[in-house]
Nanobody, 133 residues
């Protein structure tokens, strides 16, 4: 059974930092992309950042460039999202998602994010991030 488990969310003041973790189990951590998405109350899902496990290429939404950093520990099959200079508008439930066969299907990391946003292949339950002003 494939599982994605997010952790690291919480309440932080504006300007603070959090590091989210996405622990992945149940499939081969090779040719895949992992993405972080967020959804705030009353808003649509937003792709925040993604990473290709095969070549480490990354994607960032314009809203988080320069503040968030995605990384992976392949030995631990865990992907991290370091979030610095947090703003109240970063408040949301953050989910990680995994897409298999990224390079086999010829997808860039940005394209993989678009596919994951449609619900493929696997998603975690999410972790709440709240940034107070």
């Amino acid at each position: 059974e494939v599982q994605l488990v997010e952790s690291g969310g919480g309440l932080v003041q504006a300007g603070g930092s959090l590091r989210l973790s996405c622990a992945i189990s149940g499939f081969t951590f090779g040719d895949c992309a992992i993405g972080w998405f967020r959804q705030a109350p009353g808003k649509g899902r937003e792709g925040v950042s993604g990473i290709s496990i095969s070549d480490a290429s990354t994607y960032y939404a314009d809203s988080v460039k320069g503040r968030f950093t995605i990384s992976s520990d392949n030995a631990k099959t865990t992907v991290y999202l370091q979030m610095n200079s947090l703003k109240p508008e970063d408040t949301a439930v953050y989910h990680c998602a995994a897409l298999k066969d990224q390079t086999r299907n010829g997808l860039t990391t940005a394209q993989a994010m678009e596919v994951m946003a449609r619900g493929y292949d696997y998603w975690g339950q999410g972790t709440q991030v709240t940034v107070s002003s």
